[in-house]
């Protein structure tokens, strides 16, 4: 069984500087994949970034970064230079590679809600 | 086609009666999932169908929950007999159903705003 843990409800940051989104999970999965999705008022999920358990660097995208740290099981989203446009929903998820049964279903966590305040 | 498309986009319906959800995935995607999100909670995982795989149904909340794929496309998720806790907002998401990689990831459709009055 896999469980993504999002311990920050709401968050609030200044234009322009850095906040960190936590993401704890657990999974007897020997080989997995973590992904971060964005959901902005509109609703869409967009896809952020996504992170490989054994890719030895940690991922970036442009201002979106992932603090991998395998041996404490968290995946912590960073945003750097935030902007006003990344107020909305983030969600945390991740999957194993080999599942049981072949289906890759993801499991998403209950969101982190970050206001970027002007 | 180029995204996920759902429809409707907004459904308003009466307690008790039926509705259908469906969802059109990225062409080529074999794998489908519908999610469901209740206001300010994560994604609840509903049923997922990979090719001609029998589903995996293990996520519906009760048997008023059904869904079918037609032709490995598209989707229709219905729900009968609505109840007031139904009220959600029904994602739909395909994927490559191979492993890893960002190129594999999931996309989602901009989802049906269900609300049972």
């Known amino acids: 069984a896999q469980k993504i843990t999002q311990t920050q409800p709401g968050m609030f940051v200044q234009e322009k500087e850095a906040v960190t989104l936590d993401c704890t999970y657990d999974t007897s999965d020997p080989s997995y994949g973590l992904f971060w999705y964005k959901q902005p008022s509109s609703g869409e999920m967009i896809f952020l970034i996504y992170q490989g358990s054994y890719d030895q660097q940690n991922a970036t995208e442009g201002r979106y970064s992932l603090n991998f740290q395998k041996a404490r099981k968290s995946a912590n989203l960073v945003i750097s230079a935030s902007q006003l446009g990344d107020s909305a929903m983030y969600f945390c998820?991740?999957?194993?590679?080999?599942?049981?049964?072949?289906?890759?279903?993801?499991?998403f966590g209950r969101g982190t809600s970050l206001i970027v305040h002007p | 086609g180029a995204g996920v498309s759902q429809s409707p986009s907004n459904k308003v319906t009466e307690k008790g009666k039926d509705v259908e959800l469906r969802c059109d995935p990225i062409s080529g995607h074999t794998a489908l999932y519908w999610y469901r999100q209740s206001l300010g909670q994560g994604l609840e995982f509903l049923i997922y169908?990979?090719?001609?795989?029998?589903?995996?149904k293990s996520g519906l909340p009760s048997d008023r929950f059904s869904a079918e794929r037609t032709g490995g496309s598209v989707s229709t998720l219905t729900i009968q007999r609505t109840q007031q806790e139904d009220s959600a907002v029904y994602l739909c998401?395909?994927?490559?159903?191979?492993?890893?990689?960002?190129?594999?990831?999931?996309?989602f459709g901009s989802g049906t705003r269900l609300t049972v009055v």
């Open positions: 169908f990979q090719g001609n795989s029998a589903p995996d």
């Open positions: 998401a395909s994927s490559l159903n191979i492993p890893p990689g960002p190129a594999y990831g999931y996309t």
């Open positions: 998820a991740m999957r194993g590679d080999f599942p049981s049964g072949g289906s890759y279903i993801p499991t």
